[in-house]
Every structure is written in structure tokens, then in C-alpha cells.
């Protein structure tokens, strides 16, 4: 005869103070359950069933709970593959962690009235799991409760991702205060879930990936939206107001390109890197008053994005925080960017010290920039390519501008299997920068229409290409801490007549004022300046001091 297989059941409350164990034999691991191979009816007088009481019994196949059970244990019915049916118990109050996971034949789950607890892990990889009915007294979803889950083969090796793919819809969580780590990750069926009007915390990787989620809604208690949570909720159109919350984490909402709109951030205080990248559809973005922070790539390529609001106490902006976002387009079988194309204008910002590298790079419609006297740095390519801005303020504390700053992009079209270089064409003026030291390789180049800058006067470098191309600039101040002025500095700066002060230079670059036809440099007599100006046959005049 072949070897049996002992599958124990612990039944607490059979009798006083003590743990009943009833034998159920299998053949071949086939389970066999009162005379039934496939159903197992629980006792009425089980209160509790144990930790892995039925865990890995794969020919169990439905069970009946009576009502005067309230708990499920951990792993008490982990890996029953077959498991299609369970009848959970009116008066059903915690379900373990692991209680359900792997039970990938089981469909739905009903109203759970009383149910307060799930679990970590507790249906993790019910793929077949399409409904949950409504859980109106529920308080905690356990860290990836529903969540994808690897299952590796002990015989062949092999690892397969099984994930609770079919859940459509979770009914009542009016009274859910926490939703644990990744709790629907990979839920990519779901489309609804009830009102949570009572969550103060969301967890990291909450609802990421579940593709055809489309709202929610009654967030009103929650304090912040953490990393990841809503990564790549294509679906997702709408999030209510947010009046607590006073964080967005990275990537919260990275990749959701059907939302539109974002309620109340009226207490938001710093927005992470990433958290709307990607929101092609994201036309408004609520109050900012009170953010701080806006970190790299927070709103990149955010194509329908046309305003930011009040950013009065915003100190600093990331590298690319409205810049470029590539992405996989499915359709065409390749990747591409999207640029923040629609954004029109951004309010005052009086306390905005930093902006970083490519930060507006690539906002094509920028036609205006508000109050930006605090900020003392701006980055590599910060507006390179914004070829409708046509004016920047007085930027009395500023001390370095970077590279391309106000300078090229190169933007590709994949449609047209081409790309070309855009640059900031309609910037006439930039105001006085009393304070500026370095002006950095083609921080300029291509502002066609640039007439006039400001004070100039702490600047000691001007890098390569800085103002090449700008064919409108009629005249530059007084320079008299520059010391260096490197190549193609000022070439093709045809309507160029004068140069200010040039009496500390001791370094001009190849080629820096060529096609500069109209030009006279100001020199002291037999300095560095001079003598390049003879050996380059431009015009100059002595400064008089």
C-alpha cells in the first residue's frame, strides 16, 4: 500500500481550554474531508482555525465556516490550488497573514460585515479572485494582501508570478484606517474601490499597477501618499481632495495618464521626485501654498499640464521637475519623450533659491516666468528650449547661470523618425543680475531675439558659446571682472556694437566675436584686450576712467 499523507486540523473551542486535533487522511495527497473528497464542513462549536490547518491540501476544493468562527490563522488555507468556494462566517473578525495566498482557483469572497483585519499576504496570488463584497467595519489591509506574489517550482526550478489579476471590484471600506505595502499591487483588473474616508496611511506601492483602477475617493483623513502608491494607474482620472496630506512620495503617481486633476494640496509641503511623471492628461494642479520642495522630474512630461499656481514658499525645484519623461509607447514598439508642451506660465516664486538642471527643459509654450529674486543658481539646460518665454525678471541674487541654460534641446520626434534643435527664440530681455559670476558654455546660444541683459558687473567668466547666435543683442555693460571669454562666446552677434569694460580679461577664446561686424570692444591701452582686438581686426576705444 502506498503511503498515506496525515493532514491535521486544529479546531480550538471543541473543548474547554484545549485544541481538539481531527485526522483526515488523504490518498496520494488527496485530502479526504467528512466522507467528501472535495468539501469540508467545520464543526458549529470552532471558534478559531489554526495556523496551516488545510495549508497545501490541493484537492480541498470548498469549505464551509460556521458563524462562530471569528478568526482565520496564518497560513490555514495557504497554497489549496483548488480551493474554489469558502463560505466565510457572518461574525468573521481577523483573517492571518497568508490565510489565502496561492489560492488561485478561488472566485469571490462575500460581504465580510464584521470582518475588522486582513492579514499580510492574506490573498496574495488569488488569481482567479474577481469580487469582494463589503467590509464596512474593516480597519487594517496588511502589507501585499492582494499582491503579486512569485511561486517557484521545487521540482522543475522554474518561477512563475501569479497575482490576484481578475479582482474587479472591493465593495464598503467606510471604516479602513491603513492599507499596507503594495496591498493591490498588481491588481491590473481592478476598477473600483470603495470610499476611504477614515485612512490617515496609505503604504508604499499600495494600488501601483492596477491599470483600469479609475478614482478614488474620501481621502480626507490621510496625512501623506507615499512612494510608488499609485504607479501606473493608467486609468486613474480623479483623486479627491487631499486637505492632510503634507507629502507626495517619489513615483506616487508616475506613470497615471489618464488622471486629470488633483483636489485640495492645500498642506502638501514637498512633492517627490517623480510623483506625477508622466501624467500626460494632467491639466491643473490644485493650491501649493505650502510646498517647499519640488523634486527631479516631479511633473515631467506632463503634456496637458497649462498652469502651476501659488508657489510662494517653494525654496526649491529638481532637475527636470517639468522637463522630459520618456516612456514605452506599446503601440509603435518603441520609446519616446513627452515634454510639459502646454505649461504656459508660473506664478511668483520669492523664496525659490534653486532651480536645477533641465527643470523647464522643453516647455515649448512657456511664455512667462513670475518673481524668482531669491534664486541664486540656475541649472545645466534649466530653460533650454523654451522658445515661447520672452522675459525673465530682475534676478538680483543669482550667481551662477549653467550650461544651456536658456539654450537648446534637442527634441526627436519618433513619428517622424526625426529631431530637431529648439531654441529660446522669443527671450528679448533678462534683468539685472548684480550678483552673477559665471555665465556658462551656451547659456544663450540661439536667443535670437535677445536685445538686452542687465548688471553684469560680477561676472569674472563667460563660456564657450554663452551668447552665440544672438543676433539681436545691440550692447553688453560693463564687464570689469571678467577675465575670461571663452570660443564662439559672442559669434554671429550681428547687431553687437560695444562691449563694456574689458579691463581685467587676460583670455579671450578662438573665434569669440566673430561675425560680430558691428562691434567695438572698450580697452585699456596695451592690455590682453587690445592686443586681441588688433590681432583679430576689431574695432575697439580706450576706457576712460
Known amino acids: 500500500m502506498e503511503a498515506k499523507k496525515l493532514l491535521t486540523l486544529a479546531l480550538t473551542g471543541l473543548l474547554a481550554g484545549g485544541c481538539l486535533m481531527v ?202 501618499i507615499n512612494r510608488n502608491t499609485f504607479t501606473g494607474c ?53 493650491d501649493l501654498s505650502s510646498v517647499t520642495s519640488i523634486g527631479d522630474s516631479a511633473f515631467a512630461g506632463c503634456a496637458s499640464l497649462e498652469s502651476v499656481g501659488n508657489l510662494k514658499n517653494v525654496k526649491s525645484i529638481g532637475n527636470s521637475a517639468f522637463g522630459s519623461y520618456t516612456y514605452y509607447d506599446e503601440n509603435n514598439n518603441k520609446y519616446t519623450d513627452a515634454y510639459c508642451s502646454a505649461l504656459k506660465q508660473i506664478g511668483d516664486m520669492p523664496k525659490l533659491e534653486t532651480i536645477g538642471k533641465s527643470a523647464f527643459g522643453g ?10 529674486s531669491s534664486v541664486t543658481s540656475i541649472g545645466n539646460s534649466a530653460f533650454s528650449g523654451c522658445s515661447s518665454l520672452a522675459s525673465i525678471g530682475n534676478l538680483p541674487n543669482v550667481t551662477s547661470i549653467g550650461e544651456r541654460a536658456f539654450g537648446s534641446i534637442y527634441v526627436y520626434d519618433s513619428e517622424a523618425g526625426k529631431g530637431e534643435y529648439i531654441y529660446c527664440t522669443s527671450l528679448k530681455e533678462i534683468g539685472c543680475m548684480p550678483k552673477l559670476q559665471t555665465i556658462s558654455s551656451s547659456a544663450f546660444e540661439g536667443c535670437s531675439a535677445l536685445a538686452s541683459i542687465g548688471d553684469l558687473s560680477s561676472v569674472t567668466s563667460i563660456g564657450n558659446s554663452a551668447f552665440s547666435g544672438c543676433s539681436s543683442l545691440a550692447s553688453i555693460g560693463d564687464l570689469p571682472n571678467v577675465t575670461s571669454i571663452g570660443e564662439w562666446a559672442f559669434y554671429g552677434c550681428s547687431a553687437l556694437t560695444s562691449v563694456g569694460d574689458l579691463r581685467s580679461v587676460t583670455e579671450i577664446g578662438n573665434y569669440a566675436f566673430d561675425a560680430c561686424s558691428n562691434l567695438t570692444l572698450r580697452v585699456l591701452p596695451n592690455s590682453y584686450a587690445e592686443n586681441y582686438a588688433k590681432s583679430n581686426n576689431i574695432k575697439y576705444t580706450y576706457i576712460e576712467d
Not at 107 to 128: H, K, P, T, W
Not at 201 to 209: H, K, L, P, T
Not at 272 to 278: D, I, L, P
Request: glycine share 12%; aromatic share 6%; proline share 3%.
Open 23 to 224: 485526522p483526515a487522511l488523504a490518498e496520494d495527497a488527496d485530502g479526504q474531508s467528512s466522507g467528501n473528497p472535495a468539501t469540508y464542513t467545520i464543526p458549529a462549536r470552532v471558534k478559531r482555525i489554526e495556523d496551516y490547518a488545510f495549508a497545501g491540501d490541493t484537492s480541498l476544493e470548498r469549505v464551509k465556516i460556521p458563524d462562530g468562527v471569528t478568526e482565520i490563522g496564518d497560513y490555514a488555507f495557504s497554497g489549496c490550488t483548488n480551493l474554489q468556494e469558502i463560505v466565510l462566517p457572518d461574525g468573521l473578525t481577523k483573517i492571518g497573514n497568508h490565510a489565502f495566498d496561492g489560492c488561485t482557483a478561488l472566485v469571490r469572497l462575500g460581504d465580510m460585515n464584521q470582518l475588522e483585519s486582513i492579514g499580510e499576504y492574506a490573498f496574495s496570488g488569488c488569481e482567479a479572485l474577481e469580487s469582494i463584497g463589503d467590509m464596512p467595519k474593516l480597519q487594517t489591509i496588511g502589507n501585499y494582501a492582494f499582491a503579486e506574489q512569485t511561486v517557484t517550482d521545487e521540482d522543475s526550478g522554474t518561477s512563475t508570478t501569479v497575482s490576484c489579476k481578475s479582482l474587479k471590484t472591493v465593495g464598503n471600506l467606510d471604516s479602513v484606517t491603513r492599507i499596507g505595502s503594495e496591498a493591490f499591487s498588481g491588481c491590473r483588473e481592478l476598477e473600483s474601490i470603495g470610499a476611504l474616508p477614515n485612512v490617515t496611511r496609505i503604504a508604499f506601492g499600495a494600488f501601483q499597477n492596477c491599470e483600469k483602477l479609475k478614482k478614488v475617493e474620501g481621502l480626507g483623513k490621510l496625512t501623506a
Open 234 to 286: 493608467t486609468s486613474l482620472k480623479s483623486i479627491g481632495n487631499l486637505p492632510k496630506v503634507t507629502s507626495i512620495g517619489y513615483f506616487a503617481f508616475s506613470g497615471c495618464s489618464s488622471l486629470a486633476s488633483v483636489g485640495d494640496l492645500s498642506s502638501v509641503t514637498s512633492i517627490g521626485m517623480s510623483a506625477f511623471g508622466g501624467c500626460s492628461s494632467l491639466a491643473s494642479i490644485g
Open 363 to 372: 516647455c515649448s509654450a512657456l511664455a512667462s516666468v513670475g518673481d524668482l
